[in-house]
Each structure stands twice: as structure tokens, then as C-alpha cells.
């Protein structure tokens, strides 16, 4: 019997299961696209903290080298912290080497949701092939794909990434859920154009997701067309041990 695949677009909606599974966490506007690039630049790890609070207590616990302070609240910077939650940010230049803590308002929420899965993996539209590849390799586990959604609301960005994942499991994989059904046919209404190479033909829709719209209101919108390119990043986030939060590395496809 093949494993199945899972998709849930809110946090909440996530019951672990008590069997063995992997999970993917996805938040495209923007913590896990962020993450991916920053581990794509060089850092040395991405730690997940819940909030603001536990960010701080982190830093102080990991001493030196002094970790960079990364995350927002509302689409911005928080005060104090030197990076932000802008993928673009996370140059080689400011974050090779260095281990980053984040604090976001939506995704690293949705990382602590999936606290007992056996792997957590970071995904989003621009490293989904590399991340089915690894998600293959994952010894017949169950996949559960759990959305960060904006504000305690459904994402539409999310959805559709969420589909893009399972477009590509599919052949191996069956669909658990009416929501895992969902997202899939979300994806298939609006991937013709992006699937043939050119992402730019669909902002429009994720511009007027509510995720979207934040974006742009906070002139956050590069950030938009970076996020929907599709299958341009070998990097893949998951989770590592010996933290004392969850900390992730990067695993690429050989």
C-alpha cells in the first residue's frame, strides 16, 4: 500500500498522528522561502523560536558567535532585531556562517505545530522539486504538508504551494484528504502559465491573497515575485538535533 500524502491549511487543523511521518511546513510569504535562502547563502543553521521572548532567551543561551536576531510582526522588522523576514535580505555577505533565530508572525508558529513528526522540512515554490526529491527518500512515511495561513485565516499562497508539492508526490503518494484534493486542484487552475517557465504570469492572484496584499501595502512586493519562482533552489531546510530549539540545516538533493 503507498504512503499517503496530507495537506492541512491551518496550523490548528494538524492532529499528529501517532504513527511515524515527516512533516513540511509551508508559510510562502514568506518565513520558509526567507529560511531557504538564507541557508542557500551560506548560514550556518535557522533556529525557530515561538516568539519574541524565546528569540531573545535563545540569544543569550547561544552565546558566541553572536547569532543574528532574524523575524517581523506584521510584515516588518522587529525592533532591535538585525534582519527582517524580506528573502532578499539574506545576502551571503550578511548571514554565511552565522546561526539565525527567527521569530515570524505566521510560519515558525506552524514549525512548533509539527514539534513530534520523525522530519520537518521547509517548503515553498521555489525549492519544491528538490524537496519531493528528498520527500521520496523518507522511507514510506506518511507526508503531512501543514500551512502557516496569514493571521489565523487560510492563504491562498500557501494553498497553492501546498498543491504544487503534491502535483509532484502524486505518482507516489496517495491523497489523504478533501483539503490535500483541494489544494492540489487550486494549484491546477492557475499553474499552466508558471509550469511552462514563466513565473510571472500569475502574481495577480497571490497579489489580492490577503498575504499578498500585506506585502504590497508594506512595499514588500519583490518579495511576491521572488517567492513564486518555481524549482530554481537545490536547497531544502530540515530539521537538525542538538538544539535547544527547533534548528534547521540544509540538505540538498545529491
Not at 524580506?86 to 505566521?106: G, H, M, W, Y
Not at 500557501?158 to 484528504?177: F, M, N, P, R, W
Not at 491573497?209 to 536547497?235: C, F, K, S, T
Amino acid at each position: 500500500m503507498r504512503p499517503k500524502c496530507f495537506v492541512y491549511l491551518l496550523p490548528e487543523y494538524f492532529c499528529p498522528p501517532s504513527n511515524p511521518f515527516a512533516a513540511v511546513v509551508i508559510d510562502t510569504f514568506r518565513f520558509t522561502t526567507t529560511a531557504t535562502k538564507a541557508l542557500a547563502s551560506g548560514a550556518a543553521s535557522v533556529l525557530v523560536a515561538k516568539d519574541i521572548e524565546q528569540a531573545h532567551c535563545l540569544y543569550e543561551v547561544l552565546g558566541k558567535p553572536r547569532p543574528l536576531l532574524c523575524g517581523e510582526r506584521h510584515c516588518n522588522k522587529i525592533e532591535g532585531f538585525d534582519l527582517g523576514n524580506s528573502p532578499l535580505e539574506f545576502t551571503k555577505d550578511q548571514v554565511a556562517q552565522r546561526t539565525l533565530i527567527f521569530t515570524t508572525t505566521n510560519g515558525t508558529r506552524a514549525v512548533q505545530a509539527c514539534a513530534n513528526a520523525d522530519s520537518i522540512f521547509l517548503g515553498c515554490l521555489r525549492n519544491r522539486s528538490s524537496l519531493c526529491q528528498l520527500l521520496n527518500l523518507e522511507n514510506d512515511l506518511d507526508i503531512h504538508i501543514v500551512c502557516a495561513g496569514t493571521d489565523g485565516n487560510i492563504a491562498l499562497e500557501d494553498s497553492i504551494t501546498a498543491g504544487a508539492i503534491v502535483k509532484q508526490l502524486v505518482s507516489q503518494y496517495e491523497i489523504g484528504s478533501d483539503a490535500t484534493n483541494l489544494s492540489l486542484q487550486a494549484w491546477l487552475a492557475i499553474s499552466s502559465t508558471l509550469e511552462s517557465g514563466d513565473a510571472f504570469h500569475i502574481p495577480l492572484p497571490l497579489l489580492q491573497a490577503q498575504g499578498g496584499h500585506n506585502l504590497v501595502a508594506q512595499g514588500y512586493e519583490r518579495d511576491i515575485e521572488y517567492a513564486i519562482e518555481l524549482d530554481v533552489e537545490p536547497a531544502v531546510a530540515k530539521l537538525s538535533a542538538n538544539s535547544p530549539a527547533p534548528s534547521f540545516t540544509l540538505s540538498r538533493v545529491a
